[in-house]
């Protein structure tokens, strides 16, 4: 995973966003760069931990706000490096990409670090000096059930909440940031075994009853601990899911990390989250930039865009199944596959003309005599809503 920066999902997907951070050393103040600026402003995305993985750093080239997206950028010297002045290189693995040799390369809890980029028209730049803070423990994932309304009916709908505990005793950490993936089993209703041959028979073929798909979040979880006593975070709300997809029909799942911010870290995180609560999704450009910590050694009057951190990773995983939920009594609501089944009538015309639509033959009653029951294609394949192969990690 190349987290480690949600820039890294930011997760999955961070190539395309357009993070607007310009460097200061005082408070946080709007800045609107000229169309023709923002097209050439360097925007960099990157994060380290101690976790034995691959860190990701990504360079893009910003556009302006009405122009959709930005260009990698490539061919750029990218190395971070310690306060011992040891130099870890990043090698450019796909357009914009550039990520370090786990084998060369772990963070340490403790040292500081610097990024270093020079790219290829001999723009030089540098961050700060980070620290790799080290993060405490996760206390415990688990979930409550809540029911809640949604935005577009006033429905209420069933579900559960992910919350987080945490705490250090040491009082050294204050600021945290909060990632997950989830990960749901998906059986579908109706798994068909046949299908139509090329010379209309009908074959009997595998059935794929049960798949895998997983989620990241797509929002920034970022809290603190300053107005309380202890340096202690509870039931902190991760993420909450309803009970009318798949997600909780039979067994969802959920990793969450937990890195430590400092100050500036959580603010820069903060404001990101407020600007893209207002322009209503973190995949688009924000109005404004933030305050960000790089800057251009060959000009210094140069615009830099993004964010460059460090923090040890804490995880932790929580598995939900049907049988706790159902014990709770939470509602599930019909499986829309169930109402969209139904008997082919109109013979072997309607048959092919239904097929032709994407729907599966779903029974055979007979196997030649009688009615032909079809429905969608994707409830009788879990290949079209997910991946067949059950993660490694997963619980039987």
Known sequence: MNFVLKARHVFKGAGGLLFFVCFCTSCIEPFTPEPNETQRLLVVEGHISDSPEPYTIRLS????????????????????????????????VSPGTYQSDPACFKGVRGATYQLHIETTDGGQYESVEVLLKATPPIDSVYFEREKRFTDVTGKELDGIKALVDTHDPERKTRYYRYEWISTFQIKVPFPSQWELAPDGSFAQVEFYHICYNSDTS????????????????TAFELDYVNTISYRLRTMYSVLVRQYALDERGH????????????????????????????????????????????????????????????????????????????????????????????QRIITIPGFGSGALIMGPAECSDC??????????????
Request: glycine share 8%; aromatic share 10%; net charge negative.
């Open 61 to 92: 080239r910003a556009q302006p706000l009405n122009s959709g997206g930005s260009i990698p950028e490539s061919g750029a010297a990218v190395f971070v490096r310690n306060n011992e002045g040891t130099a870890y290189d990043f090698t450019e």
């Open 218 to 233: 797509r929002t920034i979880l970022t809290t603190n601990t300053l107005q309380l006593n202890e340096d202690r975070v």
């Open 267 to 358: 603010s820069y995180w903060s404001q990101l989250n407020k600007n893209s609560e207002n322009l209503g999704t973190l995949f688009d450009p924000t109005p404004y930039p933030i305050v960000g910590n790089l800057t251009s050694s060959t000009s210094p009057d140069e615009v830099v865009l993004g964010y460059f951190d460090a923090s040890s990773v804490e995880e932790k995983r929580l598995y939900v199944t049907r049988d706790e939920l159902d014990d709770l009594g939470l509602s599930f609501p019909t499986n829309p596959c169930v109402l969209q089944a139904d008997t082919v009538k109109g013979g072997y015309d309607e048959m092919l003309l239904r097929l032709s639509w994407g």
């Open 383 to 396: 290949r079209l809503l997910g991946d067949a192969d059950a993660p490694d990690f997963w619980e039987n």
